[in-house]
């Protein structure tokens, strides 16, 4: 796979980049807050470790092209506003699956869909995607309304797709087409 170099994404009101180690407090601050998690498809982490192994994991992904993992900064206070990926990146069948996470002090300012946005583009335009696609909780009704907000549609249910905490979770599959972007 070719190495993803996207330096950083910049909306008008944030920056999405790789992470780096001075993200590691962060990252831990975002995906330790179970509430923020109580619709993912792992529990909040614990301790540092857990946000270093991502970092290093996202590092590489990018170099090797399987994975594009974005840290989302407020431009306004410079803080750690969320997270979004395009991940399980498929070249031969140009595709990928969408993630993202936005920290509780930037819910309801429409960060999430400004920066999901960029991803997007980014995959269709730069990584000549055909297909992105999300997997999402039924009642997460934020992503849900999000997905829709952006033309994705509802392919169906995947019963006991994840496992969290011994527990087997559904999702809906959702997907957007180039062909069917909004402009």
Not at 11 to 30: E, K, Q
Not at 108 to 123: D, F, H, I, N, P
Not at 144 to 153: N, S, Y
């Amino acid at each position: 796979m070719t190495p993803i170099d996207p330096a950083s994404l910049v909306t008008p009101r944030l920056c999405l980049r790789v992470p780096t180690d001075a993200d590691t407090h962060g990252l831990l601050a975002l995906y330790g807050d179970r509430e923020v998690m109580r619709h993912w498809s792992h529990p909040a982490w614990t301790c540092p470790t857990q946000a270093r192994a991502a970092i290093a994991e996202a590092q590489t992904d990018c170099a090797q092209g399987s994975g594009l993992h974005l840290v989302i900064v407020s431009r306004s206070d410079g803080g750690l506003a969320g997270s979004c990926a395009l991940f399980d990146i498929h070249p031969q069948h140009r595709r990928a699956t969408l993630g993202y996470l936005l920290a509780r002090p930037y819910w309801g300012q429409g960060l999430a869909g400004e920066a999901v946005r960029a991803l997007l583009a980014y995959g269709f335009d730069v990584l000549d995607l055909a297909r992105i696609e999300a997997e999402v909780i039924p009642g997460n009704g934020a992503s849900t309304a999000l997905l829709v907000r952006l033309g994705f549609r509802c392919e169906g249910l995947l019963r006991a797709r994840w496992r969290v905490d011994g527990k087997a979770i559904d999702v809906q599959l959702w997907a957007l087409l180039r062909t069917e972007r909004a402009a």
